[in-house]
């Protein structure tokens, strides 16, 4: 155990199904990576720019989250939340990863305080999250509006249908809007609970 506050100084994730467990360890000033057969990766804290948190759901994997650490000579590393057991079986690791990106951040940032901790999407990708409904939306409504003449009638249905899908896609993207985070408190809606 680390002296991080009791967190384990390990974490290992299997990413896909074909693929080898890896496992990550915080040592004195070095993350270990290690995957399967490979020889493992020493990436020193100091080397890490950047460490980015995204909430990056996929189909059977609703909360699933992402660190994802870049080091200076622009080589990147994720670290999942979820791990797979078997073809259908997506099992959650939540406390063991928040506890786990939780000492990582801490330990970067004291090696490096120059390190980047960014939350979220980065921002064009944010930006076209945002804009992407109105092309999708707007050209059928504005067809359909032409077409029918019944601007008044379709504008209602419109607006009742943006409403019903929109919630979950406000939701998402709350979740995903870029901003900064400090490394030493970790804030509860940034990493899953």
């Not at 680390?2 to 100084?9: C, G, L, R, Y």
């Not at 809007?177 to 509860?188: L, V, Y």
Request: charged letters at 20%; glycine letters at 4%.
């Amino acid at each position: 155990m680390t002296p991080d506050h009791d967190v384990p100084d390990a974490y290992s994730v299997r990413n896909a199904l074909f693929e080898r467990p890896v496992t990550w360890r915080l040592q004195a000033g070095r993350l270990r990576i290690d995957a399967g057969m490979k020889q493992p990766v020493h990436l020193d804290y100091a080397d890490i720019v950047t460490m980015r948190l995204v909430y990056d759901p996929k189909r059977t994997e609703w909360n699933r989250q992402r660190c994802t650490i870049t080091v200076k000579t622009g080589e990147r590393f994720t670290i999942a939340s979820v791990t797979c057991l078997d073809v259908i079986r997506i099992a959650p690791q939540t406390a063991a990863y928040a506890g786990f990106v939780r000492a990582l951040a801490r330990r970067i940032a004291a090696a490096n305080p120059a390190c980047r901790f960014v939350a979220g999407k980065p921002a064009w990708l944010y930006t076209l999250m945002l804009a992407a409904p109105i092309p999708l939306i707007g050209v059928p409504l504005a067809w359909l509006a032409s077409v029918t003449g019944k601007v008044p009638n379709f504008l209602f249905y419109a607006t009742a249908l943006l409403v019903i899908a929109g919630i979950p896609w406000l939701y998402t993207l709350i979740r995903h809007r870029p901003r900064t985070f400090d490394p030493q408190a970790i804030a509860d809606g940034i990493l899953p609970r």
